[in-house]
């Protein structure tokens, strides 16, 4: 079965700084996909990155990062140069390739910004 | 482009009253799934479907029914409202896993309080 971890409730980070949001899953499923999510507080899902299992490279978007380390099935989201518009939940989430077609969420990490 | 569109946004039910929640993509996505979403918590998947015809019970099923007669459409069937269905409702569509299938997305939400 699969599972998506996130240990951090809650993180406060200072304006500017980089923050790392860690996100752990596991599967026995060969090929996946992984995808992280904002929600803000006016409640709706925005996309922000994803990472195929069998990509090479770490994906990148805008300001958004995802340090994928497949041997540690950890998906972890970096946010560079944090802005406070980047206060929200963040949610990880995992889907398999074949014959597992269930989209699972973790429980998500509320990311506060510090002026 | 419409996107994923949910209805009703809002929604206050009686307990023991039925309804349906409605769920339209317009981008020829196979996949559609259903989520809810407590307060304060993850997102939890109720059903999903791969194609016309085909659906399957995610994590909490239970008081729910789904049906997929068309790609469009997916609605949700609360029956015998309970308390305990007090939730915001997210429906999303996808391509498969895979080459296209790296974008899921969201509707806006349905916001359901059962009394």
């Known amino acids: 079965a699969q599972k998506i971890t996130q240990t951090q409730p809650g993180m406060f980070v200072q304006e500017k700084e980089a923050v790392t949001l860690d996100c752990t899953y596991d599967?026995?499923?060969?090929?996946?996909?992984l995808f992280w999510y904002k929600q803000p507080s006016s409640g709706e899902m925005i996309f922000l990155i994803y990472?195929?299992?069998?990509?090479?490279q770490n994906a990148t978007e805008g300001r958004y990062s995802l340090n994928f380390q497949k041997a540690r099935k950890s998906a972890n989201l970096v946010i560079s140069a944090s802005q406070l518009g980047d206060s929200a939940m963040y949610f990880c989430a995992m889907r398999s390739a074949f014959g597992n077609e269930k989209l699972t969420f973790g429980t998500g990490t509320r990311l506060t910004i510090i002026p | 482009n419409a996107g994923v569109t949910q209805t009703p946004k809002f929604r206050i039910l009686k307990i023991g009253q039925s309804m349906t929640l409605q769920c339209t993509q317009d981008m020829n996505h196979n996949y559609m799934y259903w989520y809810r979403q407590d307060p304060g918590m993850g997102l939890k998947l109720i059903y999903y479907?791969?194609?016309?015809?085909?659906?399957d019970k995610g994590e909490v099923p239970n008081g729910y029914n789904v049906s997929r007669s068309t790609t469009e459409d997916f609605p949700l069937r609360l029956e015998l409202a309970a308390p305990s269905q007090t939730s915001v409702y997210f429906c999303?569509?996808?391509?498969?896993?895979?080459?296209?299938?790296?974008?899921?997305?969201f509707g806006e939400g349905s916001w359901l309080t059962v009394v």
């Open positions: 479907s791969v194609g016309a015809g085909i659906t």
């Open positions: 990472q195929g299992s069998y990509d090479q």
């Open positions: 999303a569509s996808s391509y498969p896993e895979g080459g296209s299938g790296n974008t899921i997305y």
């Open positions: 599967t026995s499923d060969p090929s996946y996909g």
